[in-house]
Each structure stands twice: as structure tokens, then as C-alpha cells.
């Protein structure tokens, strides 16, 4: 166990609905990171927060979103569901910056599925 | 560029045999290197780590190269099981962009 917990572990939805991932970073671990998954490929790495405060920016489509909140969680939303984001969504976390030195954590994903 | 839309690239090795994985960075400034392992239906997990100061690390079973010159890292696993079975991606401090992984599957 990361200490990383995301929700949901699963979702279904349709394509043009909108939805919302929820991050809960280790204890004490101050930077966010949201990666997308999509089948059989890579990390694609979405958006960074340290802090609140957005720290470095991937390939997020502009019908993403994502904040981090006073008490260090984070949500990604994603709007206007289309087919092709049907992926596994990843949150990490680590103390300080990963530009720095140290792991990231990661939860176990949250599975969405656009029908 | 990155690879990022290209199925994985995998590597089959023979149980009990030593697996070797590679991994290429592009930036020569990156002075911090991982190795993650990512089992089916999990998140990736911290495997190994190096700095640029070292040309090998050492761990449990696994053994980590660096060569600054040609920005080339590899993952060396000894005597592989079946519980290796995974996707391994290494990843450089200064990008946030993880490598294209790797598959390494294990035949009995």
C-alpha cells in the first residue's frame, strides 16, 4: 500500500458527461501528480501541483482540469468525455517536488470507461 | 520525441534466466534516476534508484547501470521468477515524462 488512495476505482460513464477523480496524497507529501493510461502504453503524464499551486503541465487537453485543495487532496475533471479517454488514471504524490530527488507514489488508478 | 501512442516494447526471458532492460533519458542535466515496476492493474512501483554520481547501484536481486556518456540506463534482474512479470519504466528527475516501459514476460 502507496498511502496514495484514489476514487472511484471504477467508472462508467457516456461520451459528453463530465466527470471527477479524487487523490489523497501520502501523509505529509505536499506534490500531486496526475498521469493518464491508456491501454497497453505509457505514463502519459497530465499535470503537477505543489502546495495548491500548479507546478508543471503535461499534455492535458484543455476539456481537463485539475486543482489541489488547502488539505492537499486533488481532483482531476474531465469534461466532454469522448471515447479515446477511456484510460486508467493515475495520481502520485512525494514530498517535495520530483524535480528535486525521491520517489513518487502511486495509488492504484482509478478505471474510467466511456461508452 | 516521446514515444507516448506506441504499443510497449517486450522483452521474453526464459524463467531462472537474467533479464536486462533499457532505457534512454534525454536530458543530460537529469542527476537522479528510477526504475519503476508496474504489475497488471496496479500503479507503478519504486524498484531502484541512482544517482549521477554512481555508474551502478545494486539491490536485491536487481542492479541498475548508468552511462552518463551515451544518457543510457539499464535494469539488470537476477534470475528472473514469474512474480517479475511486469511493465518497467524508468524515469529522470528533470522530466516528469516517464519512458515508454518496457513488458517483460517470463516462460516457464
Not at chain 1, 102 to 108: A, N, Q, S, Y
Amino acid at each position: 500500500d502507496s498511502g496514495v488512495t484514489q476514487t472511484p476505482k471504477h467508472l462508467i460513464t457516456a461520451t459528453g458527461q463530465r466527470v471527477t477523480l479524487r487523490c489523497s496524497p501520502r501523509s505529509g507529501d505536499l506534490s500531486v501528480y496526475w498521469y493518464q493510461q491508456s491501454l497497453d502504453q505509457g505514463l502519459q503524464f497530465l499535470i503537477q501541483y505543489y502546495n495548491g499551486e500548479e507546478r508543471a503541465k503535461g499534455n492535458i487537453l484543455e476539456r481537463f482540469s485539475a486543482q489541489q485543495f488547502p488539505d492537499l487532496h486533488s481532483e482531476l475533471n474531465l469534461s466532454s468525455l469522448e471515447l479515446g479517454d477511456s484510460a486508467l488514471y493515475f495520481c502520485a504524490s512525494s514530498p517535495a517536488p520530483f524535480q528535486g530527488s525521491g520517489e513518487l507514489f502511486f495509488g492504484e488508478g482509478s478505471r474510467l470507461t466511456v461508452l | 520525441g516521446e514515444s507516448v501512442g506506441l504499443h510497449l516494447p517486450t522483452l521474453s526471458v526464459q524463467e531462472g534466466d537474467n533479464s536486462i532492460i533499457n532505457c534512454a533519458y534525454s536530458n543530460s542535466a537529469s542527476d537522479y534516476f528510477i526504475w519503476y515496476k508496474q504489475e497488471s492493474g496496479k500503479g507503478p512501483q519504486f524498484i531502484i534508484d541512482i544517482r549521477s554520481n554512481m555508474d551502478k547501484r545494486q539491490g536485491q536481486r536487481v542492479t541498475v547501470l548508468l552511462n552518463k556518456t551515451v544518457k543510457h540506463l539499464s535494469l539488470q534482474i537476477a534470475a528472473t521468477q514469474p512474480g517479475d512479470s511486469a511493465v518497467y519504466f524508468c524515469a529522470e528527475n528533470l522530466k516528469l515524462v516517464f519512458g515508454q516501459g518496457t513488458r517483460l514476460t517470463i516462460n516457464p
